[in-house]
C-alpha cells in the first residue's frame, strides 16, 4: 500500500513521538517527583537517627509486630465496588481569613480546622500549626494522586503568625512539599520527628528554625511545652526511603491547657503512657479515616480512635483525618458516622466542625460536644460489625473497652 508523502511524515512522526514518550515517562516521572520525595537524612542527622531507641537495624520500627492484609486480598479489595468514596455535591466549607485569629479566645484553647489533619491550635496564648498541607494533591505529582474534596478554607497567604509548626510524619498527606516551598520564609519554629527535617532542609526552610525530636523528647516555646510522643505508624516518601524517618503524635502543654494529636497510628499501649505522663488532656484530636482489615496496624479506625481517647482520658475528642481526600476504601462519610454512632453509645463527648469550622473548648463544649452535621447523612455506610478494623497484639486493651465487638 502506498501512502503519500504527507501521510508518511505523520506516521513517522507519531511514531516517533509515541516512541519518545513511552521510553521518557520514566524520566519524566523521576524529575517531576525527585524533589517532592525529600532527602534522606545523612552525616550527623543520620548518626542521630541511629542512637534512636527507635532505630532498629537500618531503619525505624514498631514497638508492636505489623500484619498486613496479603496482597491478593489487597488487590481484590480494590477491585470492589465501593461506592461514595468522595462525595457527590461540593462541600460548602467555612472561609476563614487572618483576622479570623486575631482576637484571642477567652477560654484559652481554640482550634481550627482546614480539613484532614491540618489545624491551628491556639493554647493559652500560643498558636500552633499542624500537618500542614495546602497542596491539591496527596501526591508527589501535581497531576495524579488523591485530590481534594474541598479548597483549604483559609488561604495560605492569610495564616496568621505561627509560634510553631509541627510534623507528623513524612507522607504525603501530612508532609506537603508545595506548601512547605511556600513557608520557606515564615518566621516560625519546626518541630518534626528524627529524620524529616532532612526533608525540610532540602525544600529550603532554614536548617536553625528545625528541630527533629525522638518519642518523649521536649521543647519548651515560651510558656508552651511541646512533646513528641509515641505513635504506632510508618513512613517513607519512596520505595527507597521506608520508615527512613520516625513518625509520632504530639503533646501541647501550655499553663492551664493540654492538647493531644494523635498522628497517624494504630492501637497502642503506649497511649496509657503518655496519659500517665504528659496528660490531663482537655482535647485530643485522633485520626480517624482511611481506615481497612488490611491497615488495621497502621490506622485507627473510629472505633478504635475512641478507644485511644479513652486511654488518654482526655475530655473531648475532635476526629481527624477524615472529609478531604480519598484514601481508602470506605465512603467517605463512614469515619464520622461511625465515630458518632460509637461515641453516644459509650458516653463520649466529640466535636466535629465543618473544614474551616473554628471551635472554642470552653466548659461548654467539653461538657455537651458539638457537632456541626455538615456531611450527608443519608449517604450510605457500612458498620464496625460489617467492616472490622481491629489492631493486632492489644486483645487486653480491646478487651477493657466497651467499644469492643
Known sequence: MQYPDGALKWVWRTGLAVVLIVLGAPFFLV??????????????????????????????????????????????????????????????????????????????????????????????????LIDPVWGERASPLSWAGPKRFHEPPLPLNELPPIDAVVISHDHYDHLDHPTISQMQRFDTRWLVPLGVGAHLEYWGIDPSRIEELDWWESRELGPLTITCAPARHFSGRSLTSMNATLWSGWALAGPEHRVFYSGDTALHPAFEDISEQLGPFDLSIIETGAYSPMWSDVHLGPEQALIAHAMLEAKLLLPAHWGTFDLALHPWVEPIQRIRRAALESGAKIVAPRPGGQVEIDEDVLAMGWVDEWWDSAQGWATVEERPAWSTGVDELLERSVLYR
Open 31 to 128: 524529575a517531576a517527583t525527585w524533589t517532592a520525595s525529600g532527602q534522606k537524612a545523612e552525616g550527623q542527622r543520620l548518626e542521630r537517627i541511629k542512637r534512636s531507641p527507635q532505630w532498629k537495624g537500618d531503619r525505624f520500627d514498631n514497638e508492636l509486630a505489623r500484619v498486613d492484609g496479603g496482597l491478593d486480598q489487597m488487590l481484590s479489595r480494590f477491585l470492589e465496588d465501593n461506592p461514595g468514596r468522595s462525595p457527590a455535591a461540593p462541600i460548602e466549607i467555612e472561609r476563614r481569613r487572618r483576622e479570623d485569629f486575631s482576637v484571642p479566645p477567652p477560654s484559652g484553647l481554640r482550634v481550627t480546622w482546614l480539613g484532614h489533619s491540618t489545624f491551628i491550635i491556639e493554647i493559652d496564648g500560643s498558636r500552633v
